[in-house]
C-alpha cells in the first residue's frame, strides 16, 4: 500500500509539473523560386508539448506516466519577386555584374539579439534551451528536433548554382551554408549567436547562371 501511494504521488506532481508546458523547436524558412523570380515563401515550426497523460488505460499493469504532442506548424505565402518582399529581419537582392558570366542571390539576415525574425518565428531563448536539455536525454524527441538550436534556410532555385558562401567569416560548422545539388541552397544560423548579438547581420552570397 506504501509503494502503490508512494507512485501515485510521485506521478500526481510529475503531472502538474509538466501540464502545459510547451517549447519551441526553433524555426525553418523554405523558400521555392520560379523562373520569373515568383514563388513560396514557407514558414515551418517545430513544437514539443508535454501533457497530462490520458486516463484512457491501455490494459492491466500499465500506469500512464507521460503523454508528449509534437507539432508541426507550417504558414505559406505566394510572391510575385522575391527583390520585393520584406520579411522581418530579411532582405533579398539579385544583381548581375559587368562582365560576370554569372548572377549574385545576395540573402542578407538581421542576426542581431534584437532581430525581428526572432519575433516572427516566436523563438524563445529559454524555452529552446529548455527544449534542447529535454530532447537530449530522449532519442526519438531529438530526431524530430535536430536543428532546434538554428534557425535554417532552405532555398529552391530554378537555376545552376555554382557556389553558395558566407559573405564573412563565419565559425565551420555552427554556421552553414552550402550547395545540396539540384539549385536547392541550405542555410544554419545558431541561435547562440543571435542571443550573443555576436554579429549585427549576415549575409550568403549565392552565384548562379540563369
Known amino acids: ?36 523570380l515568383s ?17 484512457i488505460g491501455l490494459g492491466s499493469y500499465l500506469s500512464p506516466v507521460s503523454e508528449t504532442e509534437l507539432i508541426l506548424r507550417e504558414r505559406t505565402f505566394q510572391f510575385k519577386n522575391i527583390t520585393s518582399v520584406l520579411p522581418p529581419g530579411i532582405r533579398f537582392v539579385i544583381y548581375k555584374e559587368q562582365g560576370e558570366d554569372y548572377s549574385t542571390f545576395l540573402i542578407t539576415v538581421d542576426t542581431s539579439s534584437l532581430s525581428p525574425l526572432l519575433k516572427t518565428l516566436e523563438i524563445n531563448k529559454e524555452e529552446v534551451l529548455a527544449l534542447v536539455k529535454e530532447a537530449k536525454t530522449r532519442d526519438d524527441i531529438y530526431r524530430f528536433n535536430n536543428l532546434a538550436e538554428h534557425i535554417q534556410f532552405e532555398i529552391f532555385l530554378p537555376f545552376n548554382v555554382k557556389d553558395v558562401v558566407f559573405a564573412e567569416s563565419r565559425t565551420p560548422g555552427d554556421w552553414t ?16 549567436s543571435f542571443w550573443e548579438n555576436e ?10 547562371k540563369e
Not at 39 to 55: H, L, R
Not at 201 to 207: A, G, N
Open 39 to 55: 514563388g513560396n515563401f514557407s514558414i515551418y515550426q517545430k513544437k514539443i508539448k508535454n501533457k497530462t497523460p490520458s486516463s
Open 1 to 36: 500500500m506504501d509503494l502503490q501511494y508512494s507512485f501515485m504521488k510521485q506521478y500526481l506532481i510529475l503531472s502538474f509539473l509538466l501540464l502545459g508546458l510547451s517549447f519551441c523547436a526553433g524555426g525553418n524558412i523554405k523558400i521555392k523560386l520560379n523562373p520569373d
Open 177 to 192: 551554408a552550402r550547395h545540396d545539388g539540384g539549385g536547392k541552397v541550405v542555410v544554419n544560423l545558431p541561435l547562440a
Open 199 to 208: 554579429f549585427q547581420q549576415t549575409s550568403i552570397i549565392v552565384k548562379f
